[in-house]
Every structure is written in structure tokens, then in C-alpha cells.
């Protein structure tokens, strides 16, 4: 069984089907060893994110998956520009559910299945929740999520469409998790969260062996979108197993990027803390990554401080004039993705050299107005 650790205070639990965080109020991460990768047993997988299963924490030849899978996983990665040839966007809008999430979410609910679960709880600004809501479809489980009563209605119908309750909830992001949390508690089951399941990461961590295959190698920065940071950490993860696997020399640097109306990393770094205090949500069109208290800020800020990263911080019209830039180029995101090319944009003029640089492509265009 695996065994779980409080990121605050230490203590260790037996991993069971309802904790979800320590009794400090901490988040989990899993105790493991770093993974021994064996790079040639990945052709005897899909081509699938599932390539990589044997470095995941799941029973030795444990054939769950198989019957999760909807192929996610393997999105392109694509020279943006002929004229910047070391600037790649990674195309993972191309999904089952349209976003990054489905890597999260596929491990996640595999994990959630092979523990017999038979109901999640999750609360999502959106694409979470629609690829919690389609994976659950997929192993037969019953799922509520929450969401705000703001909810782009695409993603709403999304959500709807994969059989799972809506629960509208009218207040900020931390008002919808702490009506999904409190229903976890009393109804005592499964809490899908992509912010404290750390089975999630699992998922997102594959992001960077991807990279790895794609470039034979590691790039020298990652522009990433943070609000709750599941890709950020995921992506952080799997460099590091791969640099601790002696399979690249350095891990790529982080670029962080927020909105600057719901910044609280971005402010946290500027003021060299440890972990973030709440903001007021000034409100942005980065809807996907509008978090004012994200859970796992102290892991994140430490990501971007061993990577001698950065943040950025965007405003609204930039966010807006790089979707039109971005689809002037064939590539056609939703608003929130938008941010990441924004902060590649800025990168720009303060990078010291010729970098590799990989900016993600999280959501599809149709999944917002
Ligand atoms: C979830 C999401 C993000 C950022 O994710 P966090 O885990 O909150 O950091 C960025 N863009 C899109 C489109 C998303 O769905
Ligand atoms: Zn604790």
C-alpha cells in the first residue's frame, strides 16, 4: 500500500480512499523512491502517456489502465515560428477532453478504480472537472463536481454530457473548494482533486518525458501557466527523475506565468517568501488559473527557486492580443492558454542567450467564448 506525507508538518499516513490531507490542514505527496527509468521497455506500451506506467506507483504489471485509457497523452511538439527554430509550442490541448488535464485525470482515476471507488467529488474552474467527469464515465464511477455558477457553459456541457451532477456553487474558487471538501467529509468519499490527489502529478509528470523523447533531450526553459500548479509541479517531477536518472544533465528553468489581477505566486517571489498568502482575485480572463490561495504554493515557488526560474505577470489586453497572435500562427486556444505565449513574449527580452523553449499549449480555443 503506499504511504503518503504531509508537505508541512512530516507525518506519514497509509494511503486509504478518503484522506486527503494531513491533520495540520498540510497537502500529500507520495513516499516513494525516485523511479529507475528503463528507457527501452517504453516501446512495449501504446503510444500513449502510458509509455511511461512502469516509473508510476502501481503494482508491478498492473493492467488497470488498459481499461481507462482514451489515448491521451504524446501531443505534438511543434517550431511555432521558422524564424525562432528553438521556440516550441507542445500541443496538448489535443486530448480526449481537450486539455492537459486528461493526463492528471487518467492516472488519477485508474488509481481511484484499482482502489474500488465507486464516487469522486472534484471542483474545477473547468477543464479539470470535465476530465475528472470523463474518466469517471470511463471506469464506471459516479462523480459530482463542483464548479462556479461563472463556469464557461462549454465546459459546463462538457461536464454534463459525461453523466456527472453539477454542483453550482456562487461565491470565489476557495468558497467551491470548500463546498467540495465538506462534501467529501460528509458523504466520506473519493476527493478527486488535481490540487491534493498527489496521483495527479503522476500524470502531469509525463509532460516532461515527452519533452525528453521530442527533443532527445531537455530544453533550457519551460514557460508554464500556474494557478493551482499541477503542471508546473508535474512537469518539475518528471525532469528531476529524468536528471536523477543520470538521462540529462540540467533541468530546465521555469518560467512561471499569472494574470496580474490573481498573482499570489508572483508576489510571493517578489517578496523572496517561502509559500504565498492569499489575494483578492481582481478578476482575469485567465479564468483556468484565477487561484487567490493555491494549496501547494510552497512546493511551487521551491520548483521555480531550484531551476533559478522566474515569474511573469500579465496583464488582461496582453492576454488578449496574444490568442489573436497565437491563432494568426494556425493555433487556436482557449483565453486562459493565451497567457503562456504572453509570457514567452516577455521572456523574450530578458533571457540571457539562445534558449529552447517550450511553451504549452493547455486548452482548446472552442472550450471558451
Ligand atoms: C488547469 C489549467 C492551467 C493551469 O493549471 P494549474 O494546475 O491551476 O496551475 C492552465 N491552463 C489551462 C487551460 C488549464 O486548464
Ligand atoms: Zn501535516
Avoid at 481537450?98 to 482502489?115: C, I, P, Y
Avoid at 488535481?194 to 518525458?209: D, M, S
Avoid at 494556425?330 to 534558449?355: D, H, L, P, R, W
Amino acid at each position: 500500500m503506499n504511504q503518503l506525507s504531509c508537505n508541512h508538518c512530516g507525518k506519514k499516513y497509509e494511503m486509504t480512499p478518503t484522506l486527503w490531507k494531513c491533520d495540520c490542514g498540510g497537502v500529500f505527496n507520495l513516499v516513494k523512491d525516485t523511479p529507475k527509468i528503463d528507457v527501452t521497455a517504453w516501446d512495449h506500451y501504446p503510444n500513449s502517456l502510458w509509455r511511461y506506467v512502469e516509473t508510476m506507483p502501481f503494482p508491478k504489471g498492473s493492467k488497470t489502465w488498459e481499461t481507462v485509457t482514451m489515448g491521451e497523452g504524446q501531443s505534438p511538439l511543434i517550431v511555432l515560428d521558422p524564424n525562432e527554430p528553438n521556440t516550441y509550442v507542445k500541443v496538448d490541448y489535443m486530448m480526449p477532453t481537450l486539455s492537459f488535464k486528461d493526463r492528471g485525470a487518467a492516472v488519477l482515476m485508474t488509481k481511484a478504480k484499482e482502489l474500488g471507488v465507486t464516487k469522486v467529488i472534484a471542483d474545477s474552474s473547468g477543464n479539470a472537472g470535465t476530465a475528472i467527469a470523463a474518466y469517471s464515465a470511463r471506469c464506471g464511477i459516479a462523480c459530482d463536481i463542483y464548479l462556479s455558477d461563472q463556469t464557461s457553459p462549454k465546459k459546463v456541457a462538457q461536464i454534463k454530457a459525461h453523466g456527472a451532477t453539477i454542483k453550482e456553487i456562487h461565491g470565489t474558487r476557495e468558497d467551491i473548494a470548500a463546498a467540495a471538501q465538506k462534501a467529501v467529509d460528509e458523504e466520506n468519499v473519493f476527493y478527486a482533486s488535481h490540487v491534493y490527489n498527489p496521483y495527479f502529478f503522476q500524470g502531469t509528470k509525463t509532460y516532461a518525458y515527452e519533452i525528453y523523447e521530442q527533443l532527445k533531450g531537455a530544453p533550457d526553459a519551460l514557460i508554464i501557466p500556474v494557478g493551482n500548479g499541477t503542471l508546473l509541479l508535474g512537469a518539475y517531477y518528471g525532469f528531476r527523475e529524468l536528471f536523477e536518472n543520470g538521462l540529462i544533465h540540467k533541468i530546465p528553468k521555469i518560467v512561471a506565468v499569472q494574470a496580474k489581477n490573481c498573482a499570489p505566486l508572483v508576489k510571493a517571489y517578489q517578496n523572496e517568501e517561502e509559500s504565498a498568502s492569499p489575494v483578492t482575485n481582481k478578476g482575469t480572463v485567465a479564468e483556468g488559473i484565477a487561484i487567490a490561495a493555491p494549496a501547494r504554493s510552497k512546493q511551487i515557488l521551491e520548483a521555480v527557486y531550484k531551476t533559478n526560474g522566474t515569474f511573469i505577470d500579465i496583464e488582461e489586453e496582453e492576454i488578449i492580443h496574444a490568442r489573436s497572435k497565437l491563432s494568426e500562427k494556425g493555433f487556436y486556444v482557449e483565453v486562459t492558454s493565451a497567457i503562456n505565449f504572453a509570457g514567452y513574449m516577455k521572456y523574450q527580452y530578458q533571457k540571457e542567450s539562445e534558449e529552447t523553449i517550450i511553451i504549452p499549449l493547455c486548452g482548446a480555443g472552442i472550450k471558451s467564448t
